[in-house]
Each structure stands twice: as C-alpha cells, then as structure tokens.
T-cell receptor, first 110, second 113 residues
Framework: GEDVEQSLFLSVREGDSSVINCTYT??????LYWYKQEPGAGLQLLTY?????DMKQDQRLTVLLNKKDKHLSLRIADTQTGDSAIYFC??????????FGKGTRLSVIA | DSGVTQTPKHLITATGQRVTLRCSPR?????VYWYQQSLDQGLQFLIQ???????AKGNILERFSAQQFPDLHSELNLSSLELGDSALYFC????????????FGPGTRLTVL
C-alpha cells in the first residue's frame, strides 16, 4: 500500500530557512500536498503540487518534487516563530482520499 | 477559516456509548471525507462520500458508520465506544471550484472515559 514518510522533528533559528522532507512510495501519486497544523487546530492547506511539476513557489514557501526519487520538500524562507507547527505531507491519486505522513514538528527558536 | 464546519468541538462520553459527529462541507463541494487523528496511528482516512453516495472506505471499524444527506452535510456515527476511539475526528471537503484541494474542518475531539 501507499506509504508517506517524514522525519518527526526539525528545529531552526528564527530568520533561517526550514526544509521539511518527505518521501512517498506510490508512483501513481498525481498530487502532493503540504498541510500545517497548529496546536489545537485543524489542518490548513499550505500548498500542493501536481506530479508533472518540479517546483512551485508561493511567497515564502517553495515546494520541490523529485519524482524519480519520490521525494518532496517544503522550504520555508525567513522562518518565524509563527511557523512553529506540525507539517504534514500527503499524496493522492486522482480523486482518492489523502494518504498522510506522520508529520514533522517544526520548532522555531527565537 | 476553511469553510468546513464541524460540531461539536469537544465530546466527552463513556465506554459503550454512541455519538454522532456532524460536518457541513464548503459551499459547492460535493465530496466529504472523514479522517481520524490519534497519537499512535496518525491521520487515517475513514470514509468518503460523494453527492450522497459512499465513494471509498478506509480503515473504518464496523462500529462506525456515516452518511451524507441531500443537503450534503455528513454525519459520522460511532457506537459501542471504546477507550481507544478517543481521537480527533476531521471532516474535509473537496470539489466545486477547487477540485484538487481538500479543505479540513476544525475537528471534533472525542474523549471516551
């Protein structure tokens, strides 16, 4: 079955860039997503990328996709304390439900 | 605000009881998904409805059931509750103008004592 793997923790200093990595196994994945979950809150869709793209940039966020290695990354430029949260990588094929990784907890040190 | 609403926000109940969680999708979205988030299992897909019909089933227990009504709101029914059912239950919706995106509600936190 499909599997999505992420490292569990990442700690960065305020103002630095954060890079959160994700690997997936399903070669049929057509869309890959990044969600953010703050404490006690729901999941906020940050961005997503279609599998025929290599890169997508949206303000401070850059998503890179290496389809050959099935590797997805999310780069947050100029990381702020408000970026502290859990970041989930997810994939889907067509209109199927999302398959999530276990999430990466990002801690930003002031 | 994603536009997806869920009620109640919190629910505390005892083992063996039955509860109903409610979700209203974003305006125009025909698909509703239910997910369970627990510390040990992470985010797991339970079930999907599209325009009133069951579309896909995930790791949903037989004690759990769901439906989507003609006005597109959905309910998730959990019965014979066990301690291990304590979790956050999320509803998400998609379709309409944002076919590729799933928007999540704030979740219902269920505590079974």
């Amino acid at each position: 079955g499909e599997d999505v793997e992420q490292s569990l923790f990442l700690s960065v200093r305020e103002g630095d860039s954060s890079v959160i990595n994700c690997t997936y196994t399903d070669s049929s994945s057509t869309y890959l997503y990044w969600y953010k979950q703050e404490p006690g809150a729901g999941l906020q869709l940050l961005t997503y990328i279609f599998s025929n793209m290599d890169m997508k940039q949206d303000q401070r966020l850059t998503v890179l996709l290496n389809k050959k290695d099935k590797h997805l990354s999310l780069r947050i430029a100029d990381t702020q304390t408000g970026d502290s949260a859990i970041y989930f990588c997810a994939e889907r094929e067509g209109n199927t439900p999302l398959v999530f990784g276990k999430g990466t907890r990002l801690s930003v040190i002031a | 605000d994603s536009g997806v609403t869920q009620t109640p926000k919190h629910l505390i109940t005892a083992t063996g009881q039955r509860v109903t969680l409610r979700c209203s999708p974003r305006s125009g979205d025909l698909s509703v998904y239910w997910y369970q988030q627990s510390l040990d299992q992470g985010l797991q897909f339970l079930i999907q409805y599209y325009n009133g019909e069951e579309r896909a089933k995930g790791n949903i227990l037989e004690r759990f059931s769901a439906q989507q009504f003609p006005d597109l709101h959905s309910e998730l029914n959990l019965s014979s509750l066990e301690l291990g059912d304590s979790a956050l239950y999320f509803c998400a919706s998609s379709g309409g103008s944002s076919y590729n995106e799933q928007f999540f509600g704030p979740g219902t936190r269920l505590t079974v004592l």
